[in-house]
């Protein structure tokens, strides 16, 4: 009976055992990291313990904090090499307390805020331990010093690293088994990281953008963390593109932000330009239609082929300018952008995100137009107008499809409008999603316009072919000049901070 008590006794303990293991490691699944913890939805202390526990009330992943040593060797929290005017390496830890944060905490020391961490079992704690600027041996003190308290304290489980000093990062990795270390300079490339032992990256996002480190990264198994993201476009781009996690002043936007993204009801990024470059839009994604036709219209523009003058990249947007200037038989030129062929898609979410020109007499335009013509000629195989603007009616939006059954030149078209007031002063998200069964239109997220599939034929229901996006502003022509053109509103710019499309 002994023995089977002691035995008994064993198995709880293991079991016990596995139980704390468990309940250590369920950690929150999202890719939110507070920025210093969470601080300014409620205007508290950067670093400071109310701070962190503010994040840990809304659930994040992880909260970011930052760590300094004191002239006496003591590791405090604090972001800025200066505590409220005083030098910490150059002040003791008593003199700094002499200081107080705006809730009335003092600079919390590590070991106090390891403490408060351990005391949860969701939230990572994100230490980034600064550079001294003090050579690298006041470093390697600095890192040793904070593996030790952590090991004294047993916290390894809640604790991953981060650091702008490689060798910070990498006197970690050889010191600490298992420790996860990322790198936040953002001047090294995945394949070095993954060599030194790094297990991710933490880059601005802006590095991600101009590297396209995102994919090479995922492929070496590295993860991807991307600093500091405040606003919801940057948001959005990450998510899209499968990031681990995002470090904001901002968790509280970013959770909202998760819960619309196209990526929380399943879809994937097949394609998107972001418009990160300068000069022409690349031509590896876009090309042109060009000519003076009236288009169908009787449009007043001249299509302008890869002109600057019309189409351009600057300061993260694409600007389609149209310019009251004489080109061969017309007074005005612009630019009509559609996608190359190697994009085209069938069934799939389409955004845009843009700010639209003002002015009568303009006719901005996002649609989309068949690849192949599988029907015939326009209106037989299609036409998706994802949003449709005429300056005269300044308050209005449109979103429309044309069949053979259903177009313009017979009265029979199919739609809806939106009512905007800010879409010449803010951007905003047009989409659609395509189905087999059916299309709906969107403007920031409202859907305000479905169109079924009716399976009564072709001359109903031609979008089960793929199709090609078109990116242009007109001038004039039987809808858009219906009421003049204003003269004083040239030059007049659509701007379009990204597109993106994604399938299931």
Request: glycine letters at 6%; charged letters at 25%.
């Amino acid at each position: 009976m002994k023995q089977l008590s002691i035995a008994g006794l064993l198995v709880l303990m293991i079991s016990a055992s596995g139980m704390a293991q468990k309940t250590i490691t369920s950690w929150n699944k999202n890719q939110v990291i507070a920025h210093r913890g969470a601080w300014k939805k409620n205007n508290l202390p950067e670093n400071s313990i109310a701070s962190l526990r503010q994040a840990f009330k809304i659930n994040c992943f992880g909260s970011e904090f930052d760590v300094h040593m004191t002239l006496d060797s003591i590791l405090v929290v604090n972001h800025d090499p200066t505590f409220l005017g005083m030098p910490i390496s150059k002040s003791t830890y008593t003199q700094l307390l002499t200081k107080k944060l705006s809730n009335g905490e003092s600079v919390p020391t590590l070991k106090s805020y390891l403490k408060e961490g351990m005391k949860q079992k969701k939230t990572k704690l994100i230490l980034e331990l600064k550079p001294q600027n003090m050579g690298k041996e006041r470093d390697e003190f600095l890192a040793e010093s904070a593996l030790q308290m952590i090991r004294n304290l047993k916290a390894e489980a809640w604790v991953e690293y981060i650091s702008f000093s490689y060798d910070i990062c990498t006197y970690i990795i050889s010191h600490m088994p298992n420790a996860k270390v990322a790198y936040l300079a953002g001047d090294v490339a995945p394949e070095k990281l993954k060599a030194d032992g790094f297990a991710g990256s933490d880059y601005h996002y802006s590095v991600f953008q101009k590297n396209n480190w995102i994919a090479p990264s995922k492929k070496l198994g590295l993860t991807v963390n991307a600093w500091t993201v405040n606003t919801e476009p940057e948001m959005q781009w990450l998510l899209a593109n499968e990031v681990e996690f995002i470090t904001t002043n901002e968790p509280e936007l970013l959770f909202e932000t998760i819960k619309k993204s196209p990526i929380s009801s399943g879809w994937k990024l097949k394609w998107s330009d972001e418009f990160n470059g300068k000069g022409l839009p690349n031509p590896t994604n876009w090309t042109y239609d060009v000519g003076g036709t009236g288009w169908g219209n009787n449009e007043k523009q001249f299509y302008t082929n890869a002109d600057t003058l019309n189409a351009n990249v600057d300061k993260g947007s694409l600007n389609i300018i149209v310019r009251k200037t004489d080109k061969e038989n017309k007074n005005y030129t612009s630019a009509r952008l559609a996608t190359r062929k190697k994009f085209d898609w069938k069934y799939g979410r389409l955004e845009v995100r843009a700010m639209l020109p003002k002015g009568r007499g303009l006719w901005p335009a996002i649609w989309m137009l068949p690849t192949d013509w599988k029907y015939g000629s326009w209106p037989r195989s299609g036409e998706i107008d994802v949003m449709e603007h005429v300056g005269y009616d300044p308050d209005t939006i449109h979103g429309t499809v044309h069949t053979k059954s259903f177009n313009h030149t017979i009265n029979t078209q199919v739609g809806k409008t939106i009512k905007s007031d800010t879409h010449y002063s803010e951007y905003h998200i047009y989409a659609m999603e395509w189905y087999e069964d059916h299309i709906d239109i969107f403007m920031d997220g409202n859907k305000y316009f479905s169109f079924k599939n009716s399976k009564k034929g072709i001359d109903e229901w031609p979008f089960d072919q793929p199709f090609h996006l078109l990116l242009n502003v007109a001038v004039g022509g039987n809808w858009g000049g219906a009421k003049g053109i204003d003269e004083t509103i040239f030059p007049a710019t659509m701007k379009i901070d990204y597109v993106r499309v994604f399938q299931k």
